[in-house]
């Protein structure tokens, strides 16, 4: 396994926790979390409910961000394997969303203690990915957003038919290879979303987790040391 099946892997986790937690959470964007300053209009004009996550999202996702960015510097600096230990995190956070869910679910009541919990540990944990995918996996197409991938595969599908790209073809078709698989992913996690919260809208939650502990087996011994131990 390598890179290239983790980012799929993270992409599937990324439409699948966003579906579900717009579907369960009264449209709260856990991953694209500047979406959510249109649910918070819809839910202030239509009274939906969640407002309060929604208003709290943003900050919160910046926040886990810079923070993990800093954690990360340090942890290089002492030789620690950044990557695992941010998988690690980002794997016990939605764990305890799935413990949650399963003794405390389902969410009924949209604007509760449970929906606003649920909600801003599973914005912690896509932070956490969007945070270590920009640093040690920055040569992977995007995990969570999809619209600047599905930009750049028309563009490249644009090249490819009107020929003029020369001796970059081979690049921009290994691109376009793995950004459609991203995109693929993307959305069989958000198809799989719809369709696990109709079966369970408390075991839904479930499934991320178990996504992510898939996702170690694509890092390599190598791939778990942080670049400061491989140097030395």
Same mark, same amino acid.
Not at 220 to 225: F, H, I, P, V, W
């Given at each position: ?10 992409? *599937? ?43 709290? #999202? ?12 800093? %954690? ?18 980002? !794997? ?5 969303? #799935? #413990? ?13 203690? !449970? ?22 996996? %920055? ?44 995109? !693929?992913? *993307?959305?069989?996690?958000? #198809? ?12 839904? *939650? ?6 992510? %502990? ?19």
């Amino acid at each position: 396994m390598s890179r290239s099946f983790l980012s799929v892997l993270l992409s *599937f986790n990324g439409g699948y926790v966003d579906t579900v937690g717009f579907i369960a959470l009264a449209g709260l964007f856990t991953a694209h979390v500047t979406g959510n300053f249109v649910t918070l209009g819809a839910s202030i004009a239509v009274g939906s409910g969640g407002a309060l996550a929604k208003v709290l #999202a943003l900050p919160l996702f910046c926040l886990v961000v810079a923070l993990t960015r800093l %954690a990360s510097l340090r942890m290089e600096r002492r030789k620690w394997p950044v990557v695992g230990i941010l998988m690690s995190l980002k !794997l016990t956070l939605l764990i305890i969303v #799935a #413990a949650l869910a399963g003794i405390w679910g389902p969410v009924v009541d949209q604007g509760g203690a !449970l929906a606003l919990a649920i909600g801003l540990i599973l914005v912690a944990a896509m932070a956490v990915q969007n945070a270590f995918h920009r640093v040690h996996m %920055a040569k992977m197409p995007p995990t969570t957003l999809m619209t600047g991938t599905t930009t750049q595969i028309m563009l490249d599908i644009a090249d490819l038919v009107d020929g003029g790209i020369g001796s970059n073809r081979a690049a921009v078709i290994e691109r376009l290879r793995r950004m459609s698989a991203s995109l !693929l992913s *993307f959305a069989v996690g958000c #198809a799989a979303a719809a369709l696990a919260f109709l079966v369970s809208p408390v075991w839904c *939650f479930a499934l991320p987790p178990l996504v992510v %502990a898939l996702g170690f087996l694509a890092l390599s011994e190598a791939e778990k040391t942080p670049p400061a131990a491989k140097a030395g």
